[in-house]
Nanobody
């Protein structure tokens, strides 16, 4: 499955952005959709995930309370609402998809969208 991520941009500290991830191709109910990010000079890290059939979510401690992942099969899109952004949130954000049984490995990755938090 191919994934198209969008919504990145430049935002001031304390601001908000919403990222979107749209799959082209079948996503089955037993899939998980995740958001990851990679900051310059750092390894890619997990941000959040949601089950495609809706509901269950999980967040990295660094974004808990500030970011919200939503969407799923009823929207055919997964969103990442990012509030209270900090400079350390600056990174390329990637969406990914995988069958639940393949976790923590993710099979499909989007192309990434750049988020820059700076004044």
């Amino acid at each position: 499955v191919q994934l198209q991520a969008s919504g990145g941009g430049l935002v001031q500290p304390g601001g908000s952005l919403r990222l979107s991830c749209v799959p082209s191709g079948p996503i089955f109910s037993d899939y998980v959709m995740g958001w990851f990010r990679q900051a310059p000079g750092k390894e890619r890290e997990f941000v959040a995930r949601i089950y495609w059939d809706g509901g269950r979510t999980y967040y990295a401690d660094s974004v808990k309370g500030r970011f919200t992942i939503s969407g799923g099969k009823y929207k055919n899109t997964v969103y990442l609402q990012m509030n209270s952004l900090k400079p350390e949130d600056t990174a390329v954000y990637y969406c990914a998809a995988t069958p639940v049984y393949r976790m923590p490995h993710y099979d499909s990755w989007g192309q990434g969208t750049l988020v820059t938090v700076s004044s």
